[in-house]
């Protein structure tokens, strides 16, 4: 027993366990020629043995190698990049490049036809007289004259969201958008695009419930005749008018009335941008008893228009002949039960005059007589509006009821002569809610038998509140009375002025409200304006210059976008840099 049992206890169990143990150990380890110890050796396929994330079967990364060992580089996980020479963001299809991310000068979009004009490729078509989306058409299928002779004959065939391309030129006809939510658009600009109503009109007509959607771009109106509307005319439509000047259109041969011979706006809530509102002439050349004229230069009633960059410029009331009496309301603009924003622009140089043969001619408002409703003005300049009447009241802004904000604005050299009276150089106030906040009025005049207000007229139950604002070198000169240089008025208006400067407003500065300077911030110093040697007003430099006591002396708590405390004038406050 001892000796079989040692003998099979010896030579089996080390056989089995040296030469078996043996035998499996080298069956399981890395094989001698794995470098990077992956498990796939060169000559099992492993195409680079320094990297462990190369070898056959792993999976392609976008990263410059053939992980897979499949002799291709980041197949199927690359993108195709497409040379854009033009640097437009789409490229030639025909030179491309595969890559993780496209190189410089390359695109990830084909589809352009030029790779030499960045205004063409496969994206948006626009008016140029280039076919941009590269889909073979050039302007939409709406090019005048190319498609169509005239602007009319395209807009009655197409429809609603199309877009007009028309090509710079003078086209001589009437426009009708007909209820069609269409863009016409005149893309080489009005300096080069006119329309011509050649003595009819309006020129232009949106009358049938139009949106917003509806666009007239790039054009000069004018030629048209019309006693409402002679160049656009707006009833119950809202459309956008951008980048126009509407210019020489009249209102000649009227009898009783004449009401927004630039741009006529009724129950609309239109948005104007970028618009010329200039030369345009109300006239009446006939006889009889009574004439009226609402806004030569633009007419508002109802609605919630948008006014943005828009001047209104040299427009012109002018009565001749036999009439009796002749009433203009509004030279620049009337606007009445609206809710209108007016923000930036100039209203300058609009007029009112009669022959001696008028009786009693009378004039309200040179640049906006407004009646009822809202309007909120900013950054806008009032300047050299003239009214030379019988009566002549509100040479720039006059309001008759309502509620009228005004911010970082200017009144500058508006002037009005009343052979009765004139009152209200820079602003007259009827029974309306008024608010100036940073704002100048400066230089403007009052002449004639009696006067007053020649900044500020206020009457009956206006409430009116001043801040920040500078009434400086202001004058009403009546030669039978002459009151309230700086602020006059009438009646027991309701006035408020804080932080705010009067200078240099003739020998009676205040009549029918009490003069506020010495208390709630109220000052009288000379604001040192930069410059106000022009002979237009228009043309004056109203920012203070260094050293003005005007610098920080607003309200406390108004600052200016530096921060610092708001300055006293047009531009002060968070809103004054512009």
Not at 235 to 257: F, H, I, K, R, W
Not at 463 to 468: G, H, P, R
Not at 483 to 507: E, I, K, L
Request: hydrophobic letters at 30%; aromatic letters at 8%; glycine letters at 16%.
């Amino acid at each position: 027993t001892g000796a079989d049992t040692g003998a099979d206890t010896g030579a089996d169990t080390g056989a089995d366990t040296g030469g078996d143990s043996a035998g499996d150990t080298a069956d399981t380890s890395a094989k001698p020629d794995d470098a990077d110890g992956d498990g796939w050796a060169p000559a099992d396929g492993d195409c680079d043995d320094t990297d462990p994330a190369v070898k056959p079967g792993e999976t392609e990364a976008c990263d410059g190698l053939d992980n897979d060992c499949d002799g291709s580089l980041d197949e199927g996980v690359a993108d195709t990049c497409y040379e854009d020479a033009d640097g437009d963001g789409y490229g030639n299809g025909s030179v491309s490049v595969e890559s993780c991310s496209c190189p410089a000068g390359y695109a990830a979009l084909a589809g352009d036809c030029d790779d030499t004009d960045a205004s063409v490729y496969g994206g948006a078509e626009v008016c140029d007289g280039v076919d941009n989306d590269c889909d073979g058409v050039v302007d939409f299928d709406f090019d005048v004259p190319g498609d169509y002779p005239t602007i009319q004959d395209a807009i009655d065939a197409a429809s609603s969201g199309d877009t007009i391309c028309v090509a710079s030129g003078t086209y001589t006809e009437t426009l009708d958008f007909s209820g069609k939510d269409l863009v016409v658009d005149g893309y080489e600009g009005s300096d080069s695009t006119t329309l011509d109503g050649d003595g009819t009109g309006p020129v232009v007509t949106f009358a049938t419930g139009e949106s917003a959607a509806a666009t007239l771009r790039g054009f000069t109106v004018t030629g048209g005749e019309a006693e409402d509307g002679a160049g656009i005319y707006v009833n119950a439509a809202d459309p956008t008018l951008e980048s126009l000047v509407v210019t020489g259109n009249e209102c000649s041969g009227a009898y009783y009335y004449c009401s927004g011979t630039g741009v006529y706006l009724t129950d609309s809530s239109a948005t104007l941008s970028d618009v010329s509102i200039r030369e345009n002439e109300t006239d009446f050349p006939g006889s009889g008893g009574l004439a009226y004229g609402w806004g030569t230069g633009a007419y508002v009633y109802g609605g919630a228009p948008v006014f943005s960059d828009v001047d209104i410029i040299d427009n012109e009331h002018y009565a001749t002949a036999t009439i009796s009496y002749v009433t203009a309301y509004g030279v620049g603009m009337y606007a009445g039960a609206t809710d209108l924003v007016y923000a930036g622009g100039t209203i300058s140089g609009n007029s009112f005059a009669a022959s001696g043969s008028v009786t009693r001619p009378g004039a309200a408002g040179g640049g906006i007589y407004f009646a009822s409703g809202t309007l909120d003005i900013s950054q806008v300049v009032f300047a050299d509006n003239v009214l030379e009447a019988y009566t002549a009241t509100g040479c720039a802004l006059l309001a008759v009821s309502g509620t009228v904000t005004v911010s970082n604005s200017l009144f500058a050299q508006n002037r009005c002569d009343g052979d009765s009276q004139a009152n209200g150089g820079g602003v007259y106030v009827g029974s309306t809610t008024l608010a100036l906040s940073n704002v100048d009025l400066v230089g403007n005049a009052l002449t004639g038998t009696s006067t007053s207000g020649g900044g500020v007229y206020l009457t009956g139950s206006s409430v009116v509140t001043l801040l920040n604002t500078g009434v400086v070198s202001n004058t009403s000169s009546g030669t039978t009375t002459a009151a309230g240089d700086g602020v006059g008025g009438t009646g027991s208006p309701s006035f408020t002025s804080t932080y705010s400067n009067y200078y240099d407003n003739g020998s009676d500065p205040f009549d029918t409200v009490s003069n506020p300077v010495g208390a709630d911030g109220n000052i009288e110093v000379d604001p040192l304006y930069t410059d106000t040697a022009a002979a237009d007003g228009v043309d004056w430099d109203l920012h203070l210059a260094s050293g003005s006591t005007c610098i920080d002396a607003g309200d406390p708590a108004v600052l200016d976008a530096d921060g610092t405390t708001s300055d006293i004038g047009g531009y002060g406050g968070p809103n004054g840099s512009w």
